[in-house]
């Protein structure tokens, strides 16, 4: 498998443009994560999903910040309108959950710059 | 909640030397601890896996260990490299889904 691919790699966009950013799991992997990575806060959960379901979206920092699942290989992370403080690295990583050994697999990560 | 903690934030140490990097966290009631490693710009590559049954696993160069009892768990670098110069990461997953991240410790390994 080719691992779990994110788009685009880096994105820079003005404040108030709309921003997506694409995820594609591990094929037959049944969760989904969406983190981003902040020199301040770390690495934090926004969102994940469980069988294209939310299961808990308590991450999400504020309305402007929304995330889908339409199908089992592909989500998105959308934010609109996008503002300085969106700069960060967004990580997807999607697992099993059934196995014995819990392991989530990270994706390259999208590197956002909202100027 | 749990909370992650690591230190150093940052360690310069010359090559060839033993290293500890540490890792405490809140509460012990985890299922796995998770060492990454992340080099700049770059994203997440797994070293190694503790699960809460087990006391210690080793890769190369590399061991981490963990004690539940008491929210600890350390990487040991054996003979340090500048290959080894990163950013590295440990990951605690509890009754939870997610990973809870410490914020890492930044080596940087001269020649």
């Known amino acids: 498998d080719a691992g779990v691919i994110q788009s685009p790699r880096h994105e820079v966009t003005e404040m108030g443009q709309e921003v997506t950013l694409r995820c594609k799991p591990i094929?037959?992997?049944?969760?989904l994560f969406w983190y981003r990575q902040t020199m301040m806060r770390g690495l934090e959960l926004l969102i994940y999903f469980n069988n294209n379901v939310p299961i808990d979206d308590s991450g999400m920092p504020e309305d402007r910040f929304s995330a889908k699942m339409p199908n089992a290989s592909f989500s998105t992370l959308k934010i609109q309108p996008s503002e300085p403080r969106d700069s960060a690295v967004y990580f997807c990583?999607?697992?099993?959950?059934?196995?014995?050994?819990?392991?989530?697999?990270f994706g390259p990560g999208t590197r956002l710059t909202v100027t | 909640k749990q909370e992650v903690t690591q230190i150093p934030a940052a360690l310069s140490v010359p090559e060839g030397e033993n290293l500890v990097l540490n890792c405490s966290f809140t509460d012990s009631a985890i299922y796995n601890l998770q060492w990454f490693r992340q080099d700049p710009g770059k994203g997440l590559t797994s070293l190694l896996l503790i699960q809460s049954s087990q006391r210690e696993q080793t890769s190369g160069r590399l061991n981490a260990s963990l004690d539940k009892s008491s929210g600890r768990s350390t990487l040991y670098i054996a003979a340090s490299q500048p290959g080894d110069s990163a950013t590295y990461l440990c990951a605690v997953k509890d009754s939870g889904y997610a990973l809870n991240f410490g914020k890492g410790t930044s080596l940087l390994v001269t020649p």
């Open positions: 094929s037959g992997h049944d969760y």
């Open positions: 990583a999607s697992t099993e959950g059934g196995r014995v050994v819990y392991e989530q697999y």
